[in-house]
């Protein structure tokens, strides 16, 4: 029923780089271009002032008002973490925790995206509904007998307590479905009369095209578990078991209002997701375009 | 060099009916108050057990510097594990649910019973004779007990005091501050201090109170101040509604109203003023002794400060704060975690603790006794001075199992009432009544 | 040789087997970690449970404790009001933001990656970025209020204050991907339609009006639906910026659900709050699909 969330996606042949390819006056041009400094200037301020932060001393962050631009650059606030706090394992754990979920929402989204799109068995369209209607449940929801699943299954405190749950996430699937539901039937029927399995169909013919879908999956699936918070929360509890935003709230009590290491810290626990988006920007902001969902 | 007022302290902290008599207060002075039988306070252990806390450096270092000297001892190590202060519950609670619990975990006075009540701390007994309660201040001895049973051993104590900036104080014109606890300020006096402090212009909010969170309960200094009280003698009625409780509501909302407390500082947040006085946006804060060493550290020589006697009314008033060590059931290793909780405690250890950390001891051979505190010593004095002031009744509310209720009760009500000018003194009494009486009806 | 029948009988059930091999992970996942847990919340809504201890049977009592629960409806009410404000707000400076980008200029492909540099943060930096800047007393933001000499505000003492705060944050961290979505909607409108709407003499807000608008229905409606899940979710920067607080002026129902589970040792309770949540999610997702059939009729 949440089918009706997504519009249709645009058919690729009409997809305009040039915007409405109208005529515009370079006064008007100017404008926009001003406009857009601007927005920029105030989204990235915010991160100015984290960078900025991160290398002022406590001392000069208690004098103010406190300078633009900084005097003395107290690098140590990028160091000084690193030898009281198990960091470098937090960033080892999110990165575990990370690629595991990326590897593993992939292979099943893709898998049964196609099952659902392509392939008859029993119960299927009941079976997507159900998967479907889940698709606004907050964690919140289903946290407390989710905890005590993981709890049940020897997993509390442990990497895959906090992959396995965040699994079963319908956007994935849904995604991954609308992706094989436009893929031409003949070209699937024909390898078919060729001789091949269905598994082997999958393999040979239709994951070789996945990828734009591939990419996608990858970079958003990347991007939610890196930055996940809440679940990670309530299932690691040990120190040494962080992820970095976890870490980071525990940074939050630890120097209370030294905010120096901590903004380094901050920037530090972002940075691997801001290289994955710098590397890959066209995916973000084109890839929405193409695979749905949007 | 420091002396409690050994007479008016155990007063406060002889609540359970239990008395102290004199004799009671001299064990052999060794330390080794349990001696014989099964509990052996002697011999080689093996294995390992964890100890998960939170703490400040000064707190870590002196627990670690405890397990290496057991390790030395006894030949058992003990791992110490440090969770920050905000969650330390909720995770010892999930730990317990999935059957991860630390061997001991360090907990406030205030915490034991309800954690005791649902069976999740082991019973020592097994470890401890039968008189080794004896050596403990008795209300602090009860509150580690359930049905006369011990689940964990009391630790150290701490309560609040003022400390100021020297310079704000001087820039302010106010040149005298009160040395002894019976010429400490009524509170129109320190009224008055804080309105001084707001007319110098110093760029920082007068005063702010430490009753955030699980510390909420530090606002029934100004409620006890002023002959109000929580529950009545049977812990089983709430006493609100009266018009002490009304006037000590109206003056801590009045010191927001008129500007005199900074106005971010509330309690449910978690912003703590001992985070800010040191960036002197605080001229004034109530605070903990245990935070003496950190504020020392934080602020070095950036200006002075000192520390007086809490503010009073009808009477003086200060918070029983303080953590014990308990052992839980699903300790893996109860022999190495009770011994451990024992050798915490002994007169030498608790002695090195107390001095490190800035804060009270619980032994009664050690509450006479003179400490040499690590840091500022002078600033001891005070908050022991201060800790006489603990009224009996408080104590008594404090340790009963519904006390986190009545905590969180506080928490729940109080940011409405005293950050909305519109929010009335008889709305927060209705509110903090009904809250409490479910924490006490889920208890009964 | 295979023969054209026998593709077809035995295909249809190594179809069935192929179909289940594939899906079966994703079910398994789903069965144990989503429907399970679902159906569990409200077993345990009838409960009361610490966590650790036992279970004690209660009946309907939690739903009676929360419709008398003056938290949760404050929590409810925030939870709307939040809904109300920021999602209005994030699909305007969305549309303004694509609109802004769509057209050729110079550094378009720059400006719309920046843009976009936000949504990409976790909402734990955003909310330490931010704590520092609304920060009453040392923060940046009051800074230049009081050097422009307006008045300072209070971020954390103050209820309204606060939840502004929490809805710059948010606002922030969405611009970006409301702008995404609407470049991506931008796209399917055929480029004639703009030159005959210009051979008509139209004006920029008439062709806005007229075509643009109605056009990128479908994805104003999308985004709408995507945001309102969205901020019915937002704990994280709550949870880093205010802790629900002060009092209860930003306390939203995934925290207060939170609170009660985990801090107050009520997790009956806190399923209870789940399975309202859960019960308006469905409500509101029903209405969302009456409305979209009733779209695509018209």
Known sequence: MTAQLMPPAAPENTVQPEGDGLPQSRRVRTGRVVLAVLGVVLLMFPIYWMLRTSVASVDELSTLPVRMWPRQWHWENYVAPWRQFPFARWLLNSVVIAVASVVLTVVINLSAGYAFAKLRFPFRNVLFLLILSTLMVPVQVIMIPQFQIVIDLGLLNNTWGVVLPRLAEAFGLFMARQFFMSFPDELLEAARVDGAGHLRTFWKIVLPLSKPLVAVLVIFTFMWRWNEFVWPLIVLTDSNSYTLPVGLQFLIGQFSTDFGPLLAMSFLSILPVLLVFAAFQGYFVEGVARTGIK | ?444 | MVTLRTVRSTGARTERMAGLILAGPALLVFTVFMFVPLMLTFWYSLHRYRGFGTMQWLGAQNFVEIFHDNTFWRALINTVLFTAVSVPLGVVLGLGGALLLNRAMPGRTLFRALFYVPVVISGVASGVIFLRLFDPLIGLINQLLGSVGLPTVDWQGNGKAALVSIIVVTTWQGVGFGMVVYLAGLQGIPRELYEVAALDGATGWQRFRLIIWPLLGPTTFFLVVYSIIVSFQVFDVVYVMTRGGPGTSTTFLVQYAYDQGFNQRRQGYAAAIGVIIYLIVLLFTIAQWRLSRRRDAA
Not at chain 2, 249 to 272: I, M, N
Not at chain 2, 284 to 298: K, V, Y
């Open chain 2, 1 to 444: 060099m420091l002396h409690l007022d050994r007479r008016s302290f155990v007063k406060a902290m002889g609540v359970t009916g239990i008395g102290v008599t004199l004799a009671a207060c001299s064990t052999d002075g060794s330390g080794e108050v349990s001696k014989g039988g099964k509990a052996a306070s002697t011999g080689k252990l093996s294995g390992t057990a964890t100890l998960t806390t939170w703490g400040a450096s000064e707190e870590i270092a002196a627990f670690k510097k405890i397990a290496a000297a057991f390790k030395a001892a006894r030949g058992a190590g003990v791992k110490i594990e440090v969770l920050p202060y905000d969650q330390i519950r909720t995770v010892i609670d999930r730990r317990l649910q999935a059957n991860q619990a630390p061997d001991l975990f360090r907990v406030s006075y205030t915490d034991v019973r309800g954690y005791a009540a649902s069976g999740a701390l082991a019973d020592l007994s097994e470890y401890m004779d039968p008189s080794y309660g004896n050596a403990f201040l008795p209300a602090l001895w009860g509150a580690m007990t359930l049905d006369g049973k011990p689940v964990g051993v009391p630790h150290q104590t701490d309560t609040s005091a003022l400390a100021y900036n020297k310079q704000h104080f001087q820039a302010a014109g106010i040149t005298e501050v009160p040395s002894r606890l019976e010429g400490a300020w009524t509170w129109e006096q320190f009224v008055e201090v804080l309105k001084k402090l707001k007319a110098a212009n110093l760029g920082a909010a007068p005063f702010a109170f430490n009753y955030q969170l699980f510390g909420a309960y530090r606002w029934f200094n100004t409620l006890y101040q002023t002959g109000g009280s929580v529950l009545d003698d049977s812990l089983k009625k709430v006493t609100l509604d009266t018009p002490q409780a009304r006037k000590a509501l109206e003056f801590t909302k009045s010191l927001y109203t008129q500007g005199l407390h900074a106005p971010s500082v509330l309690v449910k947040r978690p912003t703590y003023p001992d985070d800010i006085f040191p960036t002197q946006k605080i001229s004034m804060i109530q605070t903990g002794d245990f935070l003496i060493p950190s504020l020392e550290a934080a602020i070095k020589n950036k200006f002075e400060w000192g520390v007086t006697y809490l503010m009073r009314d009808t009477g003086a008033a200060t918070d029983l704060g303080g953590n014990g060590v308990v052992v839980t059931q699903q300790a893996k290793n109860k022999e190495v975690a009770a011994e451990f909780a024992k050798f915490l405690v002994t007169k030498e250890n608790m002695t090195m603790f107390c001095e490190q950390t800035g804060e009270l001891p619980v032994r009664k051979d050690l509450v006479n006794a003179k400490l040499n505190y690590a840091v500022r010593p002078e600033l001891m004095a005070v908050f022991q001075k201060q800790a006489t002031t603990m009224p009996s009744a408080l104590v008594k509310v404090s340790t009963a199992p519904a006390f986190p209720g009545i905590n969180q009760a506080l928490v729940d009500n109080m940011d409405q009432y005293l950050s909305n000018a519109s929010s009335t003194t008889d709305s927060v009494i209705q509110g903090l009544t009904a809250s409490i009486e479910k924490a006490l009806k889920a208890q009964a």
